[in-house]
Nanobody, 124 residues
């Protein structure tokens, strides 16, 4: 069974730093892309940032220039990291990791796999 394990959430002051990590379970042959989504209280889930196994990245307008996504390369196989050093209260949300087009070692293919989410609260 493919699992994504997220870590790094918590309480952060405005202007503070964030580092979220997401690692896929070890029975993975390949992942086409990974992304972070978030859901703020009372709002729909939205894409924050994504990265392909070729290194292409995409960011939402609300975080571009403040967040950086990395990983899914030879050094960080099946892992993706989201970082920021300029958080604002509007970044408060539950952050979810997503893996797209996952191939497992035993030949299974999955279109999408979601993590369970990690809460980030930006408040003084």
């Amino acid at each position: 069974q493919v699992q994504l394990v997220e870590s790094g959430g918590g309480l952060v002051q405005p202007g503070g730093s964030l580092r979220l990590s997401c690692a896929a379970s070890e029975n993975i042959r390949s992942i086409e892309s990974m992304a972070w989504h978030r859901q703020a209280p009372g709002k729909k889930r939205e894409m924050v940032a994504g990265i392909t196994n070729g290194g292409s990245t995409v960011y939402s307008d609300s975080v571009r220039g403040r967040f950086t996504i990395s990983g899914l390369d030879d050094k960080n196989k099946n892992t993706v990291v989201l970082e920021s050093d300029s958080l604002i209260p509007e970044d408060t949300a539950v952050y979810y990791c997503l893996a797209v087009r996952v191939e497992t070692m035993d030949g299974h293919s999955l279109n999408t796999v979601w993590g369970q989410g990690t809460r980030v609260t930006v408040s003084s």
